[in-house]
């Protein structure tokens, strides 16, 4: 196609038809100016659709995060209200409103009382997101402010968990361990059946000095109020994650 355009061109110099190879030149110029422009659309064409893909993939993880994140949060909540009754139970016995006492039962509350839940967030894919500045494929603000929302900690939830909760746990634990032995809690988690546990000598429960020990009282009564505020968090964590999973799906 060069060599056609070539002799053209040296035969419109040789025959010195200067206005026509003027116009022939203009031509020329508008082909490769169109050849240009046919090749940058190609060319963002492809990069549409690479972006396409990539932006596919980023809501196909985030979907599969979320959904493993909504899965755990319910199982949480599962944990925190069986822990909360575990709690209320050992609470009735400390304020001895039992008409009929289980040392079974109140040795698997005294331990489940202070069970910690560890509810994680799966942000691998929102922290790549950010991280390689794709968030502009989906030019969406809405939706940056949801996965913000969720994934970005409430520092007021963060402090909640990590230093209240966990000191009233702690200080629960620290102080019921005087009133049995240390092996209890290694032997609960590590015995299949761990009934004998509450009829066992060998953990030296003191059931009469945990009843009338006024501190372990608030240190329980703290734990099974701060239960709430757990459930609420949890509660509020999953509305977001279910919101964020909505709206990806409406965007898909």
């Known amino acids: 196609m060069i060599l056609f355009f070539?002799?053209?061109?040296?035969?419109?110099?040789?025959?010195?038809?200067?206005?026509?190879?003027l116009k022939?030149?203009?031509?020329?110029?508008?082909?490769?100016?169109?050849?240009?422009?046919?090749?940058?659309?190609?060319?963002?064409?492809?990069?549409?659709?690479?972006?396409q893909q990539l932006k596919q993939s980023y809501i196909e993880n985030l979907l599969v995060d979320l959904q493993k994140d909504i899965s755990s949060i319910e199982e949480q909540k599962e944990i925190n209200t069986y822990t909360e009754q575990e709690g209320q139970y050992l609470?009735?016995?400390?304020?001895q409103q039992l008409t009929e006492?289980?040392?079974?039962l109140l040795t698997r509350s005294l331990i489940?009382?202070?069970f910690i839940p560890n509810a994680t967030i799966t942000n691998s894919t929102y922290n790549d997101l950010i991280n390689s500045n794709h968030f502009h494929l989906f030019q969406d603000a809405q939706l940056k402010r949801l996965l913000d929302d969720?994934?970005?900690?409430?520092?007021?939830?963060?402090l909640f968990n990590e230093r209240i909760l966990q000191t009233a746990w702690f200080d629960y634990r620290d102080e019921m361990v005087k009133f049995h032995s240390p092996l209890l809690y290694r032997d609960f988690y590590e015995l299949e059946d761990p009934v004998e546990l509450g009829y066992s000598p060998t953990?030296?429960?003191?059931?009469?000095?945990?009843q009338q020990n006024a501190y372990l009282k608030t240190q329980v009564g703290m734990i099974v109020a701060y239960r709430q505020q757990i459930r609420e968090f949890q509660e509020d964590l999953l509305q977001k994650a279910q919101k964020v999973v909505e709206?990806?799906?409406?965007s898909n």
């Open 6 to 21: 070539k002799k053209i061109r040296q035969q419109l110099l040789s025959n010195g038809t200067t206005g026509k190879y």
């Open 24 to 51: 022939y030149a203009l031509g020329e110029i508008v082909l490769v100016m169109i050849g240009i422009l046919l090749a940058l659309q190609v060319n963002n064409w492809n990069q549409d659709r690479l972006n």
């Open 91 to 95: 609470e009735a016995f400390l304020g």
């Open 101 to 104: 006492i289980d040392t079974f």
């Open 112 to 114: 489940m009382t202070a």
């Open 150 to 158: 969720y994934y970005i900690p409430n520092n007021w939830a963060v």
């Open 203 to 210: 953990y030296q429960i003191d059931w009469k000095g945990i």
């Open 247 to 250: 709206y990806l799906g409406q």
